[in-house]
Nanobody, 122 residues
Framework: QVPLVESGGGVVQPGGSLRLSCAAS????????MAWNRQAPGKQREFVAS???????TYDDSVEGRFTISRDNAQNTMYLQMNNLETEDQADYFCFGTRRVGKGWGKMDDDWGLGTQVAVST
């Protein structure tokens, strides 16, 4: 079972918007840290945005002010609202999370989703 499943990718024109979702198979409250990363063809995977269990967020400079990361513990889902998309945003977007193993926070494990594709084109 894939622990994190992304959805919401698609094709959009420059200046358009998309909202990506990352659904956890279990309780999202078990994730201390979650993030979106992306990988364009021929390039390395790079950080986009992150959110902690306390709701603290961090963004890469390239998306600051255009993208918003959020999480809904009741829906066990993390989101990435992407506005004013640029051709440089075209990539496969991956969900990542650091999850506790067991009841305490002493042992952690990392989960990745399989990705969702975002294309920005005229």
């Amino acid at each position: 079972q894939v622990p994190l499943v992304e959805s919401g990718g698609g094709v959009v024109q420059p200046g358009g918007s998309l909202r990506l979702s990352c659904a956890a198979s279990g309780s999202i409250s078990n994730y201390r840290y979650m993030a979106w990363n992306r990988q364009a063809p021929g390039k390395q995977r790079e950080f986009v945005a992150s959110i902690t269990g306390n709701g603290d967020t961090t963004y890469d400079d390239s998306v600051e002010g255009r993208f918003t990361i959020s999480r809904d513990n009741a829906q066990n889902t993390m989101y990435l609202q992407m506005n004013n998309l640029e051709t440089e945003d075209q990539a496969d977007y991956f969900c990542f999370g650091t999850r506790r193993v067991g009841k305490g926070w002493g042992k952690m494990d990392d989960d990745w989703g399989l990705g969702t594709q975002v294309a920005v084109s005229t």
